[in-house]
T-cell receptor, first 114, second 116 residues
Framework: DQQVKQNSPSLSVQEGRISILNCDYT??????FLWYKKYPAEGPTFLIS?????DKNEDGRFTVFLNKSAKHLSLHIVPSQPGDSAVYFC?????????????FGTGTRLQVTL | KAGVTQTPRYLIKTRGQQVTLSCSPI?????VSWYQQTPGQGLQFLFE???????NKGNFPGRFSGRQFSNSRSEMNVSTLELGDSALYLC???????????????FGPGTRLTVT
């Protein structure tokens, strides 16, 4: 059972425009959400996160929105740059005591074109 | 501060063999998690170690095992390799505590295992 889903395997956006990556989850117990970026032959790099008690978190060009009632989160990148071309994974977490386990989506490949 | 390191970076094995992968976490991080990445499957959680004890486990067969040493370094072992075990194996470390930092895991570059 895929508890975290990224239904768009790929997305192409022009440089300077907004990129919107979407993620849906099924487990209402998840209390923290993260986005990771991955380049080929490298491990995922932490990008931005949001607690379930918030609905928005912003860090520079990156903003994550959380809609708990819809069990949906999105990552907005504005403006998109060619260096943003990578695979983006959303992840959800449950913190129990000090133990955290990340459940990942299958990823969305973002290509930013000139 | 040095990042998460994994050795070896690439490995080719044949079916039936066993393999051991190594991971050194970020200094001060005591939790180490292992993930398997295959095309179309995303990252799937294998297990997590903290203070030399496995405290979380994913849905993988018993051929996949791990351990953690007192210096927080971790190893993962796969016995009786199958063709389907070909994947990128990623190790991630995290700070442990009750703050939001516990959620953020930092990944190494991975070990690319090919089983022939």
């Amino acid at each position: 059972d895929q508890q975290v889903k990224q239904n768009s395997p790929s997305l192409s956006v022009q440089e300077g425009r907004i990129s919107i990556l979407n993620c849906d989850y099924t487990n209402s117990m998840f209390d923290y959400f993260l986005w990771y970026k991955k380049y080929p032959a490298e491990g995922p790099t932490f990008l931005i996160s949001i607690s379930s008690i918030k609905d928005k978190n912003e860090d520079g060009r990156f903003t994550v929105f959380l809609n708990k009632s819809a069990k949906h989160l999105s990552l907005h990148i504005v403006p998109s740059q060619p260096g943003d071309s990578a695979v983006y994974f959303c992840a959800a977490s449950l913190l129990r005591g000090t133990a955290s386990k990340l459940t990942f989506g299958t990823g969305t490949r973002l290509q930013v074109t000139l | 501060k040095a990042g998460v390191t994994q050795t070896p970076r690439y490995l080719i094995k044949t079916r039936g063999q066993q393999v051991t992968l190594s991971c050194s976490p970020i200094s001060g991080h005591r939790s180490v998690s292992w993930y398997q990445q295959t095309p179309g499957q995303g990252l799937q959680f294998l297990f997590e170690y903290f203070s030399e004890t496995q405290r979380n486990k994913g849905n993988f067969p018993g051929r996949f095992s791990g351990r953690q040493f007192s210096n927080s370094r971790s190893e993962m072992n796969v016995s009786t390799l199958e063709l389907g075990d070909s994947a990128l194996y990623l190790c991630a470390s995290s700070f442990t505590g009750t703050s939001r930092l516990s959620y953020e895991q930092y990944f190494g570059p991975g070990t690319r295992l090919t089983v022939t």
